[in-house]
C-alpha cells in the first residue's frame, strides 16, 4: 500500500512508489524539502560507436538504449544541470545525494555538482571483482566506477553511520574503495527473452552500503533513474521510504514485480551500530556523585598503575592530579589516554573497567 506524507499547503509525498514520466518534470512537482537522500545513477552518455564483439565473434549486450545517447557534450550538461537542480530542491537542508558514473560522465557531473551548491563530501571507487574484459586489447580493463557524495550544502549535518560502516568492515574503518561484483547469476534481472531487464543494474550489496552508512531507518531515498529497482528494494529491507521515477514502462513493470517480493526486515535487524559521538556526555563526576564510586577509592590500570579518586571527580596519583584522562596519561608518559577503557575500578574480587559504570548512567538517560 502506498504510503503518503502531507504538510499543510504541500502536496502529498508519494512514498515507496514508481512515478512514470520524465525525471526533472517529477522532481520539480515533488514537495520542496522532502528527501533526506538521492542516489542517482544517470545515463553514462557512453558514446558507442558501433557494435562490440568478443574474440568468438559474439555480441556484446552494450549499453545502447535510447536513453543513453546525447546528440552532443552540451546537450548533455544541459540534461544533468537540470535534473541537479531539480534533486536539490528536493533535499532536506541536512540531505545528501550519491551520484555514480563511467569515465564517460562522471568529470562532468562532478562539475555540474558543484557549480550547483552541493558539496563534495567524499568520491568512493566501486571497484569491480568481476569486470567485463577490454576484447579489444587496445585499453585498460574497465573495471571500476566512481561515485560522489554530496551535501547539499558546505555545512550541511549530513547523516554518516561512522560505526555502522566499521561493524560492516569486520571493525576496520571503511575506506573510500569498495570492491564489490558485478551483477551476475540469480541477482541479474532476465526479461522473458533471457536477455539483461536492464544493462546497468547495479548490485544490492552497493546500495546496503550506501543506504545503511549515509541514512538512517524511516528515511526517505529518493532514485531519479530507478530502473529494475535496486535502490527501492534494498530501502524497502532495512525500513527507508523511497521513491522511485522511471519512464521506461518495461523497466518499471520488472521493479514494480521484484519489489513485491522483497521482505522488510524486523526492527531488532534494522538497528545499527551507533556513533559514540552521538551518545550522551557523561563526566566521570556523575559517577563520584552517584555514588558508584566513592571518593579514596584506588582505580588501577592493566599495566598496574594506580590512583585515587578524589571528591571534585579529579584523580591524584605520584603528585600528578587531574581528569581521568590527563592523569593516564602522564603516567603512561603518552600524549593523550582515554581515561574511560584505561581505569578499572575492584567489585567482589572482579576488576572492572568505570565505562561499565558510564554505560549505566547512559542506559538510564534513555529510559
Known sequence: MMKT????????????????????????????????LIFAD????????????????????????????????????RFTRAWLAAARRLLKPNGAIWVIGSYHNIFRVGTALQDAGYWLLNDVVWRKSNPMPNFRGKRFTNAHETMIWASKSEGAKYTFNYEALK????????????VLPICTGHERIKDAAGDKAHPTQKPAALLHRVL???????????DPFFGTGTTGAVAKMLGRDWIGIE???AYRAVAEARIAQVRRFDATALQTTGSKRAEPRIPFGQLVERGLLRPGEVLTSISGKAAKVRADGSLVADGVNGSIHQVGAALEGAPSCNGWTYWCYRREGAIVPIDVLRQQLRAELDH
Not at 502531507?6 to 514520466?21: D, E, Y
Open 5 to 36: 506524507t502531507k504538510s499543510r499547503g504541500a502536496p502529498a509525498l508519494p512514498l515507496n512508489t514508481i512515478i512514470g514520466g520524465d525525471c526533472i518534470e517529477v522532481m520539480r512537482a515533488l514537495p520542496e524539502e522532502s528527501v533526506d
Open 42 to 77: 544517470p545515463p553514462y552518455n557512453l558514446q558507442l560507436k558501433g557494435d562490440l564483439h568478443r574474440p568468438d565473434n559474439s555480441r556484446v549486450d552494450a549499453v545502447d538504449d535510447h536513453w543513453d545517447q546525447f546528440a552532443s557534450f552540451e546537450s548533455y550538461d
Open 167 to 178: 561493524a560492516l568492515n569486520d571493525g576496520i574503518q571503511m575506506r573510500s574503495d569498495w
Open 212 to 222: 545503511v552508512g549515509t541514512t538512517n531507518a524511516g528515511d526517505v531515498v529518493l
Open 247 to 249: 519512464r521506461e514502462d
